[in-house]
């Protein structure tokens, strides 16, 4: 059973007791990221991430590592596009340490001027990382371009220049106007007493003083795009992109069939046709994001340069067969039982529940339980699914982006195929 309470500056705190494991899962979810920054301090969430890692008041970066070491815990942390989150699992025992070593790194760390200059050496590092994974580039074009003039569009990395840009008081006055308790949850999943759970987050959290919320983004106006990125790689990386649904939306449902069927898998329609049968490309799938107030439905290959055009074609074949034809009630069901088991398979561990009351709650403002998740799915219909296919692959919506090399590659053929 899902228990929630909210201490009297505002977070909320959300678990689940479960008395047949001898673990925990404690997540501290913030609804901060990329989408809150702007140009000038772009990658400033994701840098305030590494920083609590690097030393409090009491403990050094060592000591953070080393204490959770000594207990056999593990303790990370990652940063989204609106959200992030510092986490931590151990044994039941340990749960103390956890909680401890996570409150003071959020609440007391020492964010000094010769940690930040070093790590902003090994942001930079990410960043060219980053830059040798085309797979992650060719997505994050199309939104930089389709989202243009939107928070959504920046990198949650940020860029070379903003992140050697930042300063102690930048940080400072962020963190002092975004980890506010209206915008923090925590979330506890496994063997402890809610109750006393609570009692002693609250020991830690009460500091907080309660303040204003600052809005976010409201509107976002999708741009159709065409872009390309010249890079000196065997293969070329594609995604072709459609606008789509929020998390709010009821169709939530229908879009997690729908990518299921499409891409979701090897035993889906792209994979199949593309790889399977055609031996375009080793690698095809399709994903969905969703985010607060938009979402996109994505499609992704990696293909030699000779093959490239006819991967596009044979992907809108498939669009195509699926917009004219639809699917009967045995693929239907198929998709619907794969959804569910993942769900249930992914819920029987402590970090993945803990995630998804976490993430849930933070996003939504309520819980959705596995059963209202599975009703959910149930509920999808044949004439459901098809109405919603046909309004998310709008031909006239779709954006595409292309890594690799330019010789190699007919951007005008290109162009032309997906009349663009």
């Known amino acids: 059973?899902?228990?929630?309470?909210?201490?009297?500056?505002?977070?909320?705190?959300?678990?689940?007791?479960?008395?047949?494991?001898?673990?925990?899962?404690?997540?501290?979810?913030?609804?901060?990221?990329?989408?809150?920054?702007?140009?000038?301090?772009?990658?400033?969430?994701?840098?305030i991430e590494h920083m609590m890692f690097k030393g409090t008041n009491k403990r050094t970066a060592r000591d953070i590592a080393d204490e959770m070491s000594e207990v056999g815990g593990r303790i990370n942390a990652f940063t989204g596009k609106e959200?992030?989150?510092?986490?931590?699992?151990?044994?039941?025992?340990?749960?103390?340490?956890?909680?401890?070593?996570?409150?003071?790194?959020?609440?007391?760390?020492?964010?000094?001027?010769?940690?930040m200059e070093k790590e902003k050496g090994v942001i930079i590092e990410e960043i060219n990382m980053y830059e040798d994974s085309p797979e992650e580039i060719v997505h994050d074009l199309i939104q930089e371009k389709?989202?243009?003039?939107?928070?959504?569009?920046?990198?949650?990395?940020?860029?070379?220049?903003s992140v050697n840009s930042f300063t102690r008081e930048d940080v400072k006055e962020y963190m002092e106007k975004h980890y506010i308790p209206d915008n923090i949850v925590i979330s506890v999943v496994g063997k402890y007493d809610f109750d006393e759970m609570f009692d002693k987050i609250s020991s830690k959290f009460s500091v907080l003083k309660k303040k204003d919320k600052i809005d976010r983004v409201k509107e976002l106006g999708?741009?159709?795009?065409?872009?390309?990125?010249?890079?000196?790689?065997?293969?070329?990386?594609?995604?072709?992109?459609?606008?789509?649904?929020?998390?709010?939306s009821k169709d939530i449902y229908i879009l997690s069939i729908l990518n299921a069927i499409l891409g979701g898998g090897i035993n889906s329609r792209l994979f199949q046709s593309i790889r399977e049968?055609?031996?375009?490309?080793?690698?095809?799938?399709?994903?969905?994001?969703?985010?607060?107030?938009?979402?996109?439905m994505n499609i992704y290959a990696a293909s030699n340069?000779?093959?490239i055009e006819e991967v596009i074609k044979a992907a809108m074949e498939e669009i195509n067969l699926l917009l004219e034809k639809g699917i009967d009630i045995k693929e239907l069901n198929k998709a619907k039982e794969q959804l569910k088991s993942n769900l249930i398979i992914g819920f029987e561990n402590m970090n993945s529940r803990m995630s998804g009351y976490g993430k849930i709650k933070l996003m939504l403002d309520k819980?959705?339980?596995?059963?209202?998740?599975?009703?959910?799915?149930?509920?999808?219909?044949?004439?459901?699914?098809?109405?919603?296919?046909?309004?998310?692959?709008?031909?006239?919506?779709?954006?595409?982006s292309l890594v690799g090399r330019h010789k190699d590659i007919?951007?005008?053929?290109?162009?032309?195929i997906c009349k663009i």
Not at 7 to 16: K, L, Q
Not at 146 to 160: E, F, H, Q
């Open 1 to 47: 059973m899902v228990k929630m309470k909210t201490m009297d500056n505002g977070i909320c705190v959300i678990g689940e007791e479960n008395p047949y494991v001898r673990s925990i899962a404690l997540g501290i979810w913030i609804k901060n990221g990329s989408v809150d920054e702007n140009e000038n301090n772009n990658g400033i969430s994701h840098f």
């Open 83 to 115: 959200y992030m989150c510092y986490y931590a699992h151990t044994l039941d025992n340990h749960i103390d340490v956890a909680l401890d070593v996570l409150s003071d790194m959020l609440l007391n760390s020492k964010i000094s001027e010769e940690d």
């Open 277 to 296: 049968e055609k031996g375009l490309a080793y690698s095809i799938y399709s994903y969905a994001e969703t985010y607060n107030i938009t979402g996109m």
């Open 222 to 248: 999708y741009k159709k795009c065409f872009v390309t990125k010249d890079k000196d790689i065997e293969q070329v990386h594609l995604c072709m992109s459609f606008p789509s649904v929020n998390y709010l």
């Open 410 to 416: 007919d951007i005008e053929r290109i162009k032309q």
């Open 367 to 400: 819980i959705k339980s596995q059963d209202e998740i599975i009703e959910g799915i149930n509920a999808v219909d044949l004439d459901g699914f098809l109405r919603f296919a046909r309004e998310t692959f709008n031909y006239d919506k779709m954006s595409i």
């Open 305 to 307: 340069p000779t093959q």
């Open 146 to 161: 389709a989202y243009s003039g939107s928070s959504l569009s920046y990198n949650i990395l940020g860029t070379k220049e």
